[in-house]
């Protein structure tokens, strides 16, 4: 398996402050996927990013994916509650077969 | 509508007493997989299926089952439940194994006293 790591864990943030969370891996994915999830529901694909250097927006949402292939961020603008929630990186690589690895999770706090 | 539905939501049940979660989507997807959720551990896979009939084991197999008889279900069977199965677990579906974007259930939250 490889290793996906978020940062930072946990994030408390104001309401219209930006914030910015990292996904890192000393490992090559050939794609990569953020999700969000709610409490008491199942994860919610957000973006697909594929290519290095590739970025992609979803509203106040900006997903990078590194050159290399090894890392992805996700910047927020102008947080609002309403992006509350569990913030789930998901790396695709190939080992005999395509695989997926999901870093453990960056939980946000928007408060009012 | 496209789902992906999972039963039970909530489960209680006694150590050794076998159970069975089933999972089941209407998108035609290829691919099916499982996976528990615990705090501080993230998400880890248990098992997938490629296909019909096609399985094999993910990071953390140990004390589970699944079948794949039909594309659209993929129950997850738990011989005899022991209590660090106690945890969250989804089910979740793709079309595409190579991207790999999945389609989660809601969830069933099981535990084993």
């Known amino acids: 398996t490889q290793l996906l790591e978020q940062s930072p864990q946990f994030l408390s943030i104001q309401e219209g402050e930006n914030l910015t969370v990292y996904c890192n891996s000393s490992?090559?994915?050939?794609?990569l996927q953020w999700y969000r999830q709610e409490p008491g529901e199942g994860p919610v694909l957000l973006v697909t990013v594929v290519t290095g250097g590739e970025v992609k927006k979803l509203k106040r949402l900006t997903f990078q994916f590194g050159d290399a292939r090894k890392d992805s961020s996700l910047h927020i603008t102008a947080a609002q509650p309403g992006d509350t929630g569990l913030y789930l990186c998901a790396g695709v690589f190939w080992a005999g077969s395509y695989q997926l690895t999901f870093g453990k999770g960056t939980k946000l706090s928007v408060i009012p | 509508e496209a789902q992906v539905t999972q039963n039970p939501r909530y489960l209680i049940t006694v150590t050794g007493k076998k159970l069975t979660v089933t999972c089941s989507q209407n998108m035609n997807h290829e691919y099916m997989s499982w996976y528990r959720q615990d705090p501080g551990l993230g998400l880890r896979q248990i098992y997938y299926s490629m296909n019909v009939e096609v399985t094999d084991k993910g990071d953390v197999p140990e004390g589970y089952k699944v079948s794949r008889k039909e594309k659209r279900n993929f129950p997850l069977i738990l011989e005899s439940p022991s209590p660090n199965q106690t945890s969250l677990y989804f089910c979740?579906?793709?079309?595409?194994?190579?991207?790999?974007?999945?389609?989660f259930g809601p969830g069933t939250r099981l535990t084993v006293t």
């Open positions: 979740a579906s793709s079309l595409d194994i190579t991207s790999y974007e999945q389609y």
């Open positions: 490992s090559v994915f050939s794609s």
